[in-house]
């Protein structure tokens, strides 16, 4: 069996945020890897966040983010559970990181159905017009249009959009990851973006 460090436990517990004991723990089921260990208190932190999902958020906060200069800025309501951990760090860190990803990805909703319709219909008459303009049979560009439509919603809703600082997780992911991580539901109610000239 593999010698568990103090400084192995302590590089595990800054990676993950999870408890000196669990960290300990994790290293010792996997004989001293740290990435195994790593992988291990992912899965149980995000089984335990599916658990906490339906749980009701009431807290929280509404973080206001003003990007340099002042031309720039978002407000974004982020509920939690209770008011204790609204003001915790690592909630604020969070609040703080999707306020700044709103402000740079500029998503068009929370969800797809938070798109208005009359925009997805504009986006359906272009994708159909490029695909027949470019000789596609009738018979499939409905399919095609699907698709289109399909991206359109991953790039534009926030819920599925790549995280700016972490591009290989989307928004959905990362707040799976806080709630696993903060040991609350945490949902990501509403936000307005705001730009000078818009």
């Not at 909703?109 to 159909?128: F, K, M, Q, S, T």
């Not at 303009?133 to 009738?138: A, F, L, M, S, T």
């Not at 989307?170 to 509403?190: P, S």
Request: glycine letters at 8%; hydrophobic letters at 40%.
């Amino acid at each position: 069996m593999a010698e568990i460090t103090a400084a192995m436990v302590k590089e595990l517990r800054d990676k993950t945020g999870s408890g000196m004991m669990d960290c300990k723990r994790a290293l010792a089921e996997n004989e001293g890897d740290l990435e195994k260990a790593l992988d291990h208190l992912r899965k149980k932190g995000l089984a335990k966040a599916q658990k906490r999902a339906g749980r009701t958020t009431s807290e929280g906060v509404i973080f206001p983010y003003i990007h340099t200069g002042s031309k720039l800025g978002v407000l974004v309501e982020i509920n939690c559970e209770s008011d204790f951990v609204a003001k915790t760090d690592a909630f604020l860190e969070f609040a703080k990181n999707i306020a700044m990803h709103i402000a740079a990805a500029n998503p068009g909703g929370l969800n797809p159905e938070d798109i208005p319709e009359e925009i997805v219909a504009r986006e359906r008459d272009i994708y159909r017009s490029q695909a027949l303009e470019q000789g596609k049979p009738e018979s499939i560009v409905d399919k095609i249009v699907e698709g289109q439509v399909q991206k359109f919603y991953k790039e534009s809703c926030l819920m599925s959009q790549p995280f700016i600082r972490d591009p290989k997780k989307t928004i959905a992911e990362i707040t799976t990851e806080a709630i696993a991580k903060i040991g609350e539901n945490i949902q990501i109610k509403r936000f307005t973006r705001f730009q000078i000239g818009e």
